[in-house]
């Protein structure tokens, strides 16, 4: 009987329609004892005899490949892979899947409702009143800001069509168009450079490559506008949080919205966690509850196919795996 170990914490021990999808097909499910994202510790007793792994934020690196000789699959609840040694995975014939299409509108609600708690001074008010304050300062509306989209896939075209319902001017930077979308809600296309210099709000939707890492450093916040918001709920690893310290204790940017970190959970001594102008979130944008159902349902829906030797050609990431794939 093949297995699959359950990697993501909110799905371990859980009922659920992806563990029918799963056992329907023959498979063994395997609930491990760990912390929120499976260590390397935690890991590598389990490698040796599962064929495939249902990601959350477990890292898998080119000595853990080596030692799982029967792993056929990984497949991430989620879009971002960063945390895959991609290389590793393909040399060693082990499909990588995604979930695209089914958290991007759980993303954008996050993204939103961070816009707000900085502009609104939402959580600055709530812990002002609940130490005994009360400060009626007039706050800042979204409407007729310009919010500038760093990435317009899907999760950056969500976020755009939530931001254009409170009447904010879009714009946005990509190197792939889609003309048709832009029209439709009015979106300009703007260099990077011209975005920052423009944008009220800038939110990040790219994910975390060799390219992009650090990309938010020093010299990106000093083009940014003096006043503007920082979103990312993208990944951590974008921003250089020191930078981003030294521009909010000067006062060039007003806040800042994280959903994402370097270090996931972020230590003592991290560089933002003493600023009453951040706002954040333990990574949970991609993850509320029907974005969560649907991740572990296509991602066992894949795990199925491919043991079936179908290939979900909008999930795999490594499509140079499919001549020849065979279970």
Not at 99 to 117: I, K, R
Not at 268 to 273: C, D, F, I, S
Not at 276 to 295: C, F, K, Q, W
């Given at each position: ?272 966690l003493d ?29 199925v196919d ?13 499509a140079e ?7």
């Amino acid at each position: 009987m093949p297995s699959v170990l359950i990697g993501p914490y909110l799905l371990r021990n859980q009922p659920g329609r992806f563990r029918d999808i799963l056992t329907e097909a023959g498979f063994e499910l395997i609930d491990p004892e760990g912390g929120p994202a499976l260590s390397e510790s935690e890991l590598r007793p389990w490698l040796p005899r599962i064929d495939a792994l249902m990601a959350g934020g477990e890292r898998m690196t080119p000595e853990l490949f080596a030692i799982a000789p029967t792993l056929r699959v990984i497949a991430r609840t989620g879009v971002g892979y960063d945390l895959i040694d991609l290389p590793a995975a393909t040399a060693h014939r082990v499909a990588v899947t995604i979930t695209p299409g089914t958290n991007q509108e759980s993303v954008a609600e996050q993204t939103l409702a961070l816009m707000l708690a900085l502009t609104r001074r939402i959580a600055a008010n709530d812990r002002l009143i609940h130490a005994g304050g009360w400060d009626r300062t007039l706050v800042t509306p979204l409407r007729g800001l310009t919010l500038g989209l760093v990435g317009m896939g899907r999760i950056g075209r969500a976020v755009a069509t939530r931001a254009q319902a409170f009447r904010m001017r879009l714009v946005a930077h990509d190197s792939v168009l889609d003309a048709e979308f832009d029209h439709r809600h009015g979106i300009q296309r703007l260099s990077l450079d011209d975005l920052l210099a423009s944008s009220d709000v800038v939110s990040l939707h790219l994910p975390l490559t060799d390219a992009t890492r650090g990309l938010v450093d020093r010299q990106f916040l000093a083009r940014m506008r003096p006043g503007s918001y920082l979103i990312n709920t993208a990944r951590g690893g974008l921003v250089v949080e020191a930078d981003l310290r030294e521009a909010l204790l000067s006062g060039h940017l007003a806040g800042a919205g994280l959903d994402v970190l370097n270090q996931e959970p972020p230590e003592p001594g991290n560089p933002l966690l003493d600023l009453p102008n951040v706002v954040l979130s333990p990574h949970i944008a991609g993850t509320d509850t029907l974005a969560m159902r649907e991740m572990a349902e296509l991602a066992a829906t894949t795990i199925v196919d491919l043991y079936h030797n179908r290939w979900p050609s909008d999930c795999v990431v490594n499509a140079e795996l499919r001549e020849g794939w065979q279970w």
